[in-house]
C-alpha cells in the first residue's frame, strides 16, 4: 500500500494501483477507453478511474506529463454539474474522478423510458455545464459533448465529464481527429463546418451543436444516423441533412414541441444563427419549470369481481361435466357406465380396484356428488368411503355440492363426516362457495355443523366479503347473525364494508354499519369507504355512510380527500352533498392542490361556482405555489379564467419561479385568456426569474396577434432578460422573422406570414 499520495506541482494527487484496493470493477467501455469503479484504501471512498486508449502502458513521458498537465487544469474546476477530478493514477495511466452511481446517459437512454420532466432536466444541467465552462476567461471548450460524457449521480443530475481532453483532439490533424471521432462513436455529434473548412478550428458553436444533436437523442431515445456508414453520414451532415424529426409525436406536450424548435436552432447549418448557453440555458430553465406543474390525477379505485380462481368452479354444473368427461377418458369407463345404469339395488361396490382414485385424484364419490345422485351417494357412503378425499387441486365432495348448490347431498356428506372447513388450493372453504352464490339454506347448514364464519380465503377474503360484493343480504345477514367480523381486512385492506361502498349496495351499507363495521377504515392505501363510494358515484352509499358520521375529510395516501375525488371526477351533485356534510375546501393535496385547483385544471365550471360560492380561497397557493387561477391559465379554457377573475382572483400572483397567470396564459397562445387578464389589470411588465415578460414568451412563440394585444396594454419592448437579451434579439434568435418585422416597426407581409420560417433543414 502506498505510504501516501505524491503531489506533484500544482498540488495534483497521483494515484498508483496500490492506493486502491484490488478489486477493481470496469462499469464502462467503448472507443473512450475503460472505466473502472475502485475503493480507496485510506479513505474507503468509491472513485472511477478513466483509462484513454491513447494512455497505454507503453506511454510516453510527454505523454504522460501532457496529461497530468490537463488534468490538474480540470481539477480546478469546480461546479455542481461537473464530474470532480482528485488527481491522475500513473498504474494503470488515468483518471481519478468521481464515482457517478447512474453511470452515463448512453447506457441509461436504450434501456430506460425517462418521463418529461427527467428529460428535460437533464437537457437543462446539461446545458448549465455547458454555460460554466464556456464563460470562463477563456472560455474552455468541450469539443466531444455526447451522451457517453454526461454522467448522472445517485439522485438522476447531470456531471459532465472530459471537458478537459481538447487539446488531444487539437493536437491531430482533421483527417486524424474525424476518424477518431468515428471510432470512438462521436462522429454523429461534430458540426458541419468542420467537415466544410479545413483549415478553421473549434469555436463555442462546436459545442451548441453537439448539444442540439443530444437534445434530439434524449427527446427519442434513439441513435443519431442509425444504419449510416461514416461517409455518407459525413456527406449528409455537410449538405444540412439532420437526424429524422419523424420520431416527434404530435401527442408530445407543447414543452417539448418548443424543445425541438431549441434544438433546431442549436444544430442550425451557419454556426453564427447558433444561440449561445447563456441564452439556451434560460429557455431550458423556462421549459422544465412549465413541465414540473402538471396536476396528477387521483388513481381510480379497480376493484375486480372476485371469484373462485378455478374455472371449473365459476358456473353451477361446471364441475359436474369437466369430472364427467375427466372420469368417462379414463380407464374406467366402462365400469362407470354400469354404475350409472344399474338400479338401485345393485352394489356399486364390486371390489377394491373399482374404488380406485382416477386422474387428477378425482374418485367415484366426487363424480357422483357432481352429478348431483343423491341416493348413489348415500349407497356408496355405506361402505365407508373417504368422504373427506380431495382431487388434486383440492376439491372435497362437500365443496362441490356446495358450489353446485345441492343442500341436501351436503346435509348427507355433512352427517357422515365430512369437514365443513376443508378449503381448495385457493383457500376457499364451502362457506365461500355459498356466500358466492346466495344460497342461505347451504350457509346455515354449514355453519350448524362448524363451519369457521371468518375463515379467510388466501387473498384474505371472507364468506361475507363475497356476500357483500354480490348484493346476497339474506347470506350476509346469516353471517352477521352467527357474529361474523365485519372489520376483516383482505389482502389490500378492504373490508366488506368497503366492498359495499364501492359497488353501491345501499342495503349491505346499511347493515354493516348497524352491525358496528367502521366507517372509517383505512385500506393499504389509506382510503375509506367513502372514498370509494364518491370515486364510483353511488350517491346513495354516500349519503347513507355521511349520515352515519363517516368523516367527509380523511385524506388518501396521495392527501385526497372525498371532496378532492368529487372534484376531480366533475360529480357536481355529490360536491355538493360533501359540503353540505362538512367537507373543508382547503385541505392539500401532498401536491399541495385544494379542491378548487382541481376544478380549475380539470375546466369543472359548475362545480368552480360551487366552490366558490362555499367560500374557498380563490388565491390559495398550491404546488410551487401555483394559484387555481395559474392552473386555469396553463390548461383551462377561457371561461374557467373569466370565472375566477371575476371572483377575485389575483391576476398578479407570481408562483416560484415567478411566473404569473399572464405570462401562462401568453405561453400557451390562449389569446381570450390573455384578454381577459389584460381586462382585469395583468402587469404586462411582471417577469419571472430569469427576467422574461409575457412579451418575450410571445416572441419565442410567434404569436403576433398575443404581443400586438400586450403592447397595446404598454409592454416595453426595450427591456433585457437575466442575460441582457431584449424581445427583439429573441425574435432574431428564435428566426421569427414576422416579429422582428414588428419590433422593428414594420408590419410583416403576407408572404412572411403565410410561409414556411426560412432557415428549415431538411431531414434524414
Wanted: aromatic share 6%; charged share 20%; with cysteine.
Amino acid at each position: 500500500m502506498a505510504t501516501g499520495v505524491e503531489q506533484r506541482p500544482g498540488g495534483l494527487p497521483v494515484f498508483t494501483r496500490d492506493d486502491f484496493e484490488g478489486d477493481w470493477r470496469r462499469v464502462a467501455s467503448g472507443g473512450f477507453g475503460q472505466v473502472f469503479q475502485a475503493r480507496h484504501k485510506r479513505w474507503r471512498t468509491e472513485y472511477a478511474i478513466k483509462c484513454s486508449p491513447c494512455l497505454l502502458p507503453d506511454a510516453t513521458s510527454s505523454n504522460v506529463n501532457c496529461l497530468i498537465e490537463e488534468a490538474a487544469k480540470m481539477e480546478k474546476i469546480k461546479f455542481q454539474h461537473i464530474v470532480s477530478i482528485y488527481g491522475v493514477c500513473t498504474q494503470p495511466l488515468g483518471i481519478v474522478m468521481e464515482f457517478m452511481a447512474n453511470g452515463s446517459l448512453e447506457r441509461l437512454l436504450p434501456t430506460h423510458s425517462l418521463c418529461w420532466q427527467l428529460k428535460f432536466r437533464i437537457i437543462h444541467e446539461t446545458g448549465l455545464a455547458m454555460n460554466f465552462l464556456h464563460s470562463i476567461k477563456p472560455p474552455l471548450l468541450h469539443l466531444d459533448l455526447k451522451p457517453g460524457n454526461i454522467l448522472l449521480d445517485s439522485h438522476m443530475h447531470v456531471k459532465v465529464s472530459d471537458f478537459g481532453l481538447s487539446k488531444w483532439m487539437e493536437q491531430s490533424t482533421q483527417l486524424q481527429y474525424i476518424k477518431r471521432s468515428a471510432l470512438q462513436g462521436t462522429l454523429s455529434y461534430i458540426p458541419p463546418e468542420m467537415f466544410l473548412e479545413s483549415n478553421k478550428g473549434p469555436g463555442p458553436k462546436y459545442d451548441v451543436y453537439s448539444f442540439g444533436i443530444v437534445i434530439w437523442e434524449i427527446l427519442t431515445q434513439k441513435k443519431p444516423y442509425s444504419g449510416f456508414s461514416m461517409m455518407t453520414t459525413i456527406v449528409r451532415v455537410a449538405a444540412g441533412m439532420r437526424p429524422s424529426l419523424q420520431p416527434v409525436c404530435a401527442e408530445w406536450p407543447a414543452e417539448a414541441q418548443q424543445m425541438v424548435d431549441l434544438m433546431r436552432r442549436c444544430w442550425d447549418q451557419n454556426p453564427k444563427k447558433r444561440p449561445c448557453f447563456k441564452d439556451l440555458t434560460v429557455e431550458t430553465d423556462m421549459l422544465l419549470s412549465l413541465l414540473q406543474s402538471p396536476v396528477a390525477d387521483p388513481e381510480s379505485e379497480a376493484l375486480a369481481r372476485k371469484v373462485s380462481c378455478t374455472a371449473c368452479l365459476r358456473r353451477p354444473r361446471e364441475v359436474s361435466e369437466e369430472v364427467s368427461q375427466e372420469l368417462a377418458d379414463s380407464d374406467s369407463g366402462d365400469y362407470l357406465k354400469r354404475v350409472l345404469h344399474s338400479s338401485d339395488s345393485e352394489s356399486l361396490v364390486s371390489s377394491d380396484e373399482q374404488l380406485r382414485v382416477y386422474k387428477n385424484k378425482v374418485t367415484l364419490l366426487h363424480f357422483l356428488v357432481a352429478q348431483g345422485h343423491l341416493e348413489r351417494v348415500r349407497q356408496l357412503l355405506a361402505h365407508e368411503v373417504d368422504v373427506d378425499c380431495q382431487t388434486a387441486c383440492g376439491y372435497t365432495p362437500l365443496v362441490i355440492a356446495a358450489q353446485d348448490q345441492q343442500p341436501d347431498l351436503c346435509a348427507l356428506l355433512l352427517e357422515h363426516g365430512a369437514s365443513a372447513n376443508l378449503a381448495d388450493e385457493d383457500g376457499w372453504a364451502p362457506l365461500h362457495f355459498t356466500a358466492q352464490n346466495g344460497d342461505d339454506r347451504t350457509a346455515r347448514l354449514l355453519l350448524d355443523h362448524g363451519a369457521h364464519r371468518d375463515a379467510q380465503e388466501h387473498e384474505g377474503w371472507t364468506a361475507l366479503h363475497l356476500a357483500v360484493q354480490n348484493n346476497f343480504e339474506n347470506v350476509a345477514r346469516l353471517l352477521v347473525s352467527r357474529h361474523a367480523d365485519p372489520n376483516l381486512r383482505e389482502a389490500e385492506g378492504k373490508t366488506p364494508l368497503h366492498v359495499a361502498a364501492y359497488f353501491g349496495h345501499v342495503s349491505l351499507v346499511k347493515l354493516l354499519t348497524g352491525q358496528g363495521a367502521e366507517l372509517d377504515a383505512r385500506q393499504r392505501n389509506l382510503r375509506t369507504p367513502l372514498h370509494l363510494a364518491v370515486e364510483r358515484g353511488k350517491v346513495r352509499a354516500i349519503q347513507h355512510l355521511l349520515k352515519s358520521g363517516a368523516a367527509p375529510d380523511a385524506l388518501d395516501q396521495s392527501g385526497y380527500s372525498p371532496l378532492h375525488i368529487a372534484t376531480a371526477r366533475g360529480k357536481y351533485l355529490i360536491c355538493k352533498m360533501l359540503l353540505r356534510y362538512g367537507a373543508s375546501l382547503e385541505l392539500p393535496t401532498q401536491q399541495g392542490w385544494t379542491p378548487l385547483h382541481l376544478a380549475a385544471y380539470k375546466g369543472h365550471l359548475e362545480i368552480i361556482h360551487l366552490l366558490i360560492e362555499s367560500h374557498a380561497d380563490v388565491g390559495a397557493p398550491g404546488g410551487m405555489n401555483w394559484t387555481p387561477l395559474h392552473l386555469a391559465a396553463r390548461h383551462g379554457t377561457e371561461v374557467v379564467v373569466s370565472a375566477l377573475l371575476q371572483s377575485g382572483a389575483d391576476p398578479n400572483a407570481a408562483e416560484q419561479s415567478g411566473w404569473t397567470p399572464l405570462h401562462l396564459a401568453v405561453q400557451r397562445g390562449a389569446f381570450l385568456s390573455v384578454i381577459s387578464l389584460l381586462e382585469h389589470h395583468a402587469n404586462v411588465h411582471a417577469r419571472n426569474k430569469v427576467g422574461w415578460t409575457p412579451a418575450y414568451l410571445a416572441t419565442l412563440k410567434g404569436n403576433m396577434a398575443i404581443l400586438k394585444a400586450l403592447v397595446k396594454a404598454g409592454a416595453e419592448l426595450d427591456t433585457q432578460d437575466a442575460v441582457g437579451c431584449t424581445p427583439l434579439q429573441l425574435a432574431l434568435q428564435s428566426q421569427k422573422q414576422g416579429i422582428v418585422a414588428f419590433l422593428e416597426g414594420k408590419e410583416p407581409s403576407l408572404a412572411i406570414l403565410g410561409g414556411a420560417e426560412p432557415g428549415a433543414q431538411t431531414e434524414v
